[in-house]
């Protein structure tokens, strides 16, 4: 019973999207932000969060001296406090958002 299970749980594990920290992730997360009409800028400051928003002119301001994987948790983050408008989105983009909704909904999963 517990082989089973164990069996049916890594099947559904390698289906979910898992997203990867590279700098083609980050690149494409930034591309979605671009489409949506927002600017990506890393600078530093004093940021509790690692990132700051300035919703009325639609500008991200990220730390600078995050490395690649966090410079995409705090795009991620910002992401899904954002109203997307998946019209404007590329075929390509809309995809690759998709797979960001099934791993974020996978890692809420996960932790409940």
Not at 1 to 22: D, E, G, P, R, W
Not at 61 to 79: H, M, P, Q, S
Request: hydrophobic share 45%; net charge positive.
């Amino acid at each position: 019973m517990n082989i089973l299970y164990l069996y049916i749980n890594k099947a559904i594990i390698s289906q979910m999207a898992v997203l990867n920290f590279t700098k083609t992730t980050l690149h494409k997360i930034e591309q979605i932000f671009q489409e949506q009409d927002y600017t990506i800028r890393y600078e530093k400051g004093n940021f509790q969060s690692g990132y700051c928003i300035v919703e009325h002119k639609k500008i991200v301001i990220v730390n600078k001296f995050f490395d690649t994987e966090g410079r995409i948790n705090c795009l991620l983050d910002i992401l899904s406090m954002i109203v997307v408008m998946e019209d404007l989105l590329t075929e390509k983009s809309k995809i690759f958002f998709k797979q960001i909704l099934k791993s974020q909904e996978f890692k809420i999963k996960q932790v409940a």
